[in-house]
């Protein structure tokens, strides 16, 4: 299974919590100098993933403050690239010079071999932020171009952000869960691929990019297009090619070499949204033909076939099982 570290401080005594936090912050992430106001009662919360040729990282945490200098890069450095992603609060990030203040929904990234500070601005949730830790190697870009994006606020609301921006959101949601090794490498060869293009665009060095890498940003952003669609009946191999400006071929040969074709992943999409759909108290006024005709499934009898052959009971029966009725 993968490898995986999981600190919680209020399940330590009280007083030994920000001592337990600084000694997550040595052993698995950058080592930093870390101040706070709260160190008497530090309630903060981390998981971290390692995830093939990457690391991931998804932290809860009150106001702190952290600061990497020439003597602790001296002491050791990872040489990482770190993308940060701040989900709630507001992280206030320095180096290189520049001052950012990164808000939800927006990207940061930082060097570990050079200073930095950050600080963590919260409200009563708490700061949550999500972290790509990213291996220089891994990345096969122009030290002095990524520098130059350091400290500085990238938004998520379209392209290699967006895609990048989802995908930290959605592994922050799913820590918990278990992956056989070879699918956590998958992942986070995937994490690696957005993170590479996502810097490549900003640091206008796209030629540098290895062709695997953009088949993987491509059939990434192909895949969040089709769960944006789920519901539209014009969701075809067709229009989906047109709507990335490729060809259906093309198409295909991006998810042949996942072993799966296009219409399969839409089915099975489809499929994952009834099954959820029909899990749902809330939503058990809706007839089950209703479920399968807002999913992409107007007609009763495929629809009905369909769930069957997947889920082994048919849409009614399955819903009665799963809410106990």
């Known amino acids: 299974m993968i490898n995986r570290l999981v600190l919680r401080t209020q399940d330590l005594p009280q007083r030994e919590r920000f001592d337990g ?16 106001s709260h160190a008497s009662d530090f309630r903060a919360t981390a998981s971290l993933l390692t995830l093939g040729p990457a690391r991931f990282s998804a932290l809860s945490l ?7 200098g020439w003597s602790l890069i001296r002491r050791g450095d990872p040489e990482l690239w770190q993308l940060m992603l701040v989900v709630s609060g507001e992280v206030g990030v320095e ?33 949550e932020v999500a972290l ?19 400290a500085r606020p990238i938004p998520t609301g379209a392209g290699a952000g967006a895609l990048l921006g989802r995908y930290l959101e959605q592994l922050a949601g799913q820590t918990g869960d278990d992956w056989p090794e070879p699918d956590a490498a998958r992942l986070g060869s995937a994490a690696r691929d957005l993170a590479i293009v996502l810097l490549s665009g900003l640091a206008r060095v796209d030629g540098l990019l290895a062709p695997e890498t953009r088949d993987t940003a ?7 297009f089709i769960a944006d669609n789920l519901a539209s009946g014009w969701l075809t191999p067709g229009t989906i ?9 093309r198409l295909h040969q991006l998810f042949h070499q996942e072993g799966r ?11 994952e949204r009834c099954r959820a759909d029909l899990e749902e108290p809330g939503l058990a006024h809706l007839p089950v033909a209703a479920v399968g005709a807002r999913w992409g499934f107007p007609d009763a009898a495929v629809f009905s076939r369909a769930f069957k052959d997947t889920y082994g009971r048919p849409p009614g029966a399955y819903r009665r099982h799963a809410l106990g009725t």
């Open 21 to 36: 936090w600084l000694d997550l912050i040595d052993r698995g992430l950058t080592p930093a100098w870390l101040t706070t």
């Open 95 to 127: 180096q290189h010079g520049r001052r950012a203040l990164v808000r939800p929904g927006e990207l940061v990234v930082y060097d570990t071999s050079h200073p930095y500070r950050s600080r963590t601005f919260t409200n009563r949730g708490g700061t």
């Open 261 to 271: 074709s296009v219409a399969a992943l839409v089915r099975s999409s489809r499929l």
């Open 62 to 68: 009150p106001p702190l403050r952290a600061e990497r």
């Open 218 to 224: 491509l059939r990434l952003r192909v895949e969040g």
């Open 132 to 150: 790509l830790h990213l291996p220089r190697h891994e990345a096969p870009l122009p030290d002095r171009a990524v520098r130059a994006l350091t």
């Open 241 to 249: 090619a047109e709507a990335h400006g490729i060809s259906v071929r």
